[in-house]
């Protein structure tokens, strides 16, 4: 899989564009000066040391890694992975057999065993992310394959769900890769087409509304239709972490709804939130989704708004378990807002949580994932 490709895909569906990306690229500079800086002061005395990221992708020059001597068994930034927020062997294994073979069964075999509804959701994001690219870089390279893997699953398995989930988060991929053409709105309808058909194939699985919630996104559903596939989606999976981000997208100003909506609803399902939740972090999500274009104030950041989510994401991640399949999300986000409230100790301890992984919100949202995350590492580490 070509994971670049793929986290441009979902830094599309998260809404990016132009201004907030060039707005984005000029934050990791600054943070890259600071980090520098920072690494002088602690007396490292090294420089950035060149390298690549996995799958041949080349960051265009030095990374800001960390010099050996206070790394502290951090993973180097050529060996950080830009495919998922945190591990998922199983997926990763699966994956790379089917593109080696083009034969569907190791994915489809995974995917029916995978019955809790967090991880479900992610592995049809990514086994559709992968697809798209696959296809993406097959049609401008004519290098490697064309995704005839999901092809085949659709073909031999129709009444299989998994596929079905498979191929309409694909054409979600497909049309949000560029919203300017005619055949946007077109390859959004099929996609909830195909989600209709995943719906029946499988009446309590809740991906198919999830994936859905996107296309309410991009197609410009009406407040009634947002809130009968809410209310669909709800009862099946109340709690479900990914719903409510995807949700709160939605809601969101650049979308259908306003600031007030995103964030009231953000605390409305942070308070009806059970035992072991992640919905108490929600209130952060909404509070990214809604920061203004030029943010280099740390006295922004230490409000109490920002710092209030901050601890009720901090909350939430002490009472929910080790292993959540959001938990990763939640701590990518975190360890980014606790950097820019200058509370480098606690930003440390959730960086030493995800570090590895660099898939994850805010990082794809740049156009270069390793480097955004380790300007903000090596800050977070030499400040301490």
């Known amino acids: 899989m070509d994971a670049l490709m793929l ?5 599309v569906i998260i809404g990016v564009v132009v201004v907030p990306a060039l707005r984005r690229r000029r934050e990791r500079q600054e943070l890259e000066r600071a980090a520098a800086a920072a690494d002088t002061l602690t007396g490292s005395g090294q420089g950035p040391r060149p390298g690549h990221v996995s799958f041949d992708k080349d960051p ?7 010099p050996p001597e206070y790394a502290g068994g951090l993973v180097p930034s050529a060996q950080l992975d830009i495919r998922l927020p945190g591990p998922d062997d199983e997926l990763i294994a699966a994956l790379e057999e089917t593109q080696r073979t083009q034969n569907w069964r190791p994915v489809g075999q995974l995917l029916a065993l995978t019955d809790e509804p967090e991880l479900r959701w992610q592995r049809v994001q990514s086994l559709g992310g992968a ?3 696959e296809l993406g870089t097959h049609r401008a390279t004519g290098e490697g394959t064309d995704a005839g893997w999901l092809r085949m699953w659709r073909t031999q398995e129709p009444a299989d769900p998994g596929g079905s989930e498979v191929y309409a988060q694909f054409l979600v991929w497909q049309a949000l890769r560029d919203t300017e053409t005619a055949e946007h709105r077109i ?3 099929e996609a909830r087409t195909v ?3 995943a719906a029946r194939l499988a009446p309590d699985d809740v991906v198919p509304g999830i994936v859905e919630l996107y296309i309410a996104r991009g197609l410009g559903y009406s407040r009634q239709e947002f809130d009968a596939l809410w209310s669909r989606i ?3 999976a109340p709690q479900h972490m990914g719903a409510h981000v995807a949700a709160i997208s939605y809601l969101s100003e650049k ?3 306003s600031r007030a909506e995103a964030e009231g609803f953000g605390r ?4 009806g939130a059970g035992q072991g939740s992640l919905l108490p972090a929600l209130p952060l999500f909404a509070v990214y989704d809604h920061l203004p274009e030029m943010q280099h104030s740390p006295g922004m950041f230490q409000g109490a708004v920002i710092r209030d989510a901050i601890e009720a994401a901090q909350f939430a991640l002490n009472t929910a378990r080790d292993d959540h399949p959001m938990a990763p999300h939640v701590r990518h986000l975190l360890l980014w807002f606790l950097v820019r409230a200058e509370r480098y100790p606690e930003a440390v301890e959730q960086m030493r949580a995800v570090d590895g992984y660099v898939g994850a919100i805010p990082w794809v949202t740049d156009g270069d994932p390793v480097r955004y995350y380790t300007a903000f590492r090596a800050l977070a580490i030499a400040r301490q």
């Open 7 to 11: 986290l441009f895909a979902i830094a």
């Open 60 to 66: 265009g020059g030095a990374s800001a890694d960390l």
């Open 131 to 133: 697809a798209s690219v």
């Open 187 to 189: 390859i959004l309808e």
């Open 195 to 197: 989600c209709g058909e």
């Open 234 to 236: 709800t009862a099946r």
């Open 255 to 257: 979308w259908h709804g």
């Open 268 to 271: 409305t399902a942070a308070g």
